[in-house]
């Protein structure tokens, strides 16, 4: 670190123009009239959000487009909304001119110092508008996710707020993409349950639904839902990529995947994917095993649609191992 | 170069690297129809009619062995799935013990990115599929990104399909899975059934 970092992580505290948020925040809190209801846990309508990550110049651009997105949510119907990963990252546009070579794909290793001195204040700024919002709209939030650094390390850590905006789950990425390796990341130690909250909904990060076992790790847990905030950069959009990911792990493990997709050019890195709530070929009418998909992998768009949980859970009590014997399972992840 | 070729109801495989040695691995289910229903023919697998012959090298020790049978091809581990029952568990498993080939008679691979397919992308393996015939391979290695190569038909009856073994280290060197596991963590989760536990 240089001396540089510190000075952009005091103009950021700046740009971020907290008294300006103050107020919006005391305005929504006075308007607040939702009372968050008691769930009927036969069912639950979730909102899966694809939201553009290109930076912003200022941060009251930001939160206006992630209030709308809240507000079309809950004009749905949603008790559940998701977001995509790398969701605040887009605030550091405000100080995108200050930080040497950010438009530059090819700079992203001179990028990690920055990233550590400039993490935690936009952190706190997504953190508290995400409670805020959930508290407002009353839905029960996964909030995207967004750089953390506790005690020297740095993650890339997921939020669940409930509908009073209490959090209930912070989740840090535990599979890391070498990108992430290079700009300095660390993996999460363990994957988290929910402290407290009326669904059964865990959340983890992008590269984690490349790997079957978090989602039996979920499900062993006890959740029926998984929520997946992704940012996939890939310049362009493959079925069969996008389909290694969630859709892929809940028709091995029954659950339903709610995935939240972060798109368009974050810092010269392009991003495609669609937000989507994917379910076990079985509970879909057509066994495609998607219930609602967005209809481009590029821009934005609140996609919503109600997941029958009573369906989801008589799948999960009919789930076995059937005959297979199970003995060389003890021994799988020992060596 | 490895080649495989398909007849109605007989895989032959010919390593180009061991010419002299092809390698023929007979299947004959007993009538045409039980092929379309994959999941019939676990009742009847007859080990007899599985005919393999030299280089293959079996590993008898393989605590699998009920499920899967391994051969060391053309310096490469290859295993046969020998039921329909299927799990991830069960190719993470062969893929830790270096198996790069999968084949399953047995797995109904109708589906759109199905259990083969989804086997063949996060453990960076090769999987022959049997119906239809498909070699599924990782989405890095083929030009449209679908993880799809189709048989080619090279006389009635006959169809080939070709790759390098190569390719599949290409894979890995540009989209790492394995190295990034967290054993420690799915340890301490263990959710498989424990009542076979082995003391």
């Not at chain 1, 110092?113 to 939030?141: C, D, E, G, S």
């Not at chain 1, 989740?171 to 990108?179: A, E, G, S, T």
């Not at chain 2, 170069?1 to 004959?28: K, Q």
């Not at chain 2, 090298?57 to 053309?74: C, G, H, T, Y």
């Amino acid at each position: 670190m240089n001396w540089q970092q510190p000075l952009a992580t005091y103009v950021l505290r700046n740009q971020l123009q907290w008294r300006e948020w103050h107020k919006w925040a005391r305005a929504l809190q006075t308007e607040r009239e939702t009372l968050s209801p008691i769930p009927d846990m036969g069912s639950v309508t979730a909102s899966v959000v694809q939201f553009t990550v290109d930076p912003v110049t200022s941060p009251a651009l930001w939160r206006d487009r992630v209030t709308q997105a809240f507000r079309q949510a809950k004009a749905q119907g949603a008790q559940i909304i998701v977001f995509g990963e790398d969701i605040a990252l887009p605030l550091l546009g405000v100080l995108a001119d200050r930080i040497p070579g950010s438009a530059n794909q090819n700079s992203l290793a001179s990028l990690a110092p920055w990233l550590r001195a400039l993490a935690n204040p936009v952190y706190v700024y997504w953190h508290r508008t995400m409670q805020v919002l959930a508290k407002h709209f009353a839905i029960t939030t996964v909030a995207g996710s967004a750089l953390k650094k506790t005690h020297s390390q740095l993650f890339n850590q997921s939020v669940i707020f409930d509908a009073n905006g209490w959090v209930i789950a912070v989740q840090p990425k535990m599979h890391l993409l070498p990108l992430e390796h290079d700009l300095g990341l660390s993996p999460g130690a363990d994957l988290n349950p929910q402290s407290f909250a009326p669904w059964p909904l865990v959340t983890v990060v992008c590269n984690d639904a490349t790997y079957f076992e978090t989602f039996r790790m979920a499900w062993h847990l006890g959740a029926l839902l998984v929520a997946v905030p992704i940012a996939d950069s890939e310049p362009l959009y493959s079925e069969a990529k996008a389909r290694r990911g969630t859709w892929a792990r809940v028709q091995e493990t029954p659950v339903a995947g709610l995935v939240g997709a972060s798109t368009g050019n974050l810092f010269g890195i392009k991003l495609t994917g669609k937000a989507a709530i994917y379910l076990p070929a079985a509970l879909t009418k057509d066994d495609s095993g998607i219930l609602a998909e967005s209809n481009s992998p590029e821009g934005e768009e609140v996609i919503t649609a109600t997941i029958d949980l009573a369906r989801l859970r008589k799948l999960q009590q009919e789930f076995a191992y059937q005959d297979l014997t199970a003995h060389w399972l003890n021994t799988l992840y020992s060596h | 170069m490895a080649e495989f070729w398909f007849y109605d109801h007989r895989i032959t495989a010919y390593p180009d690297s061991i010419p002299d040695h092809s390698l023929t691995w007979h299947y004959y289910p007993s009538s045409r129809q039980e092929s379309e229903h994959p999941g019939h023919w676990v009742q009847q697998w007859p080990d007899q009619r599985l005919t393999v012959s030299a280089p293959l090298v079996p590993f008898d020790d393989d605590e699998v062995n009920e499920m899967a049978i391994q051969f060391l091809w053309d310096h490469q581990r290859v295993a046969i799935l020998k039921q329909a029952h299927w799990i991830p568990e069960l190719v993470r498993y062969l893929r830790f013990q270096d198996v790069r080939m999968i084949v399953a008679p047995f797995l109904d691979n109708h589906q759109q990115f199905g259990p083969l397919w989804r086997d063949a992308q996060q453990n960076q393996v090769m999987a022959i599929a049997m119906f239809p015939l498909q070699l599924l391979v990782p989405c890095e290695t083929t030009n449209d990104a679908t993880g799809y190569r189709s048989a080619e038909l090279v006389s009635p009856g006959v169809w080939r399909v070709k790759w390098l073994w190569s390719e599949l280290s290409e894979a890995e060197s540009k989209f790492a899975i394995l190295p990034h596991l967290r054993r420690d963590i799915y340890q301490k989760h263990a959710w498989w059934p424990r009542e076979h536990l082995r003391l």
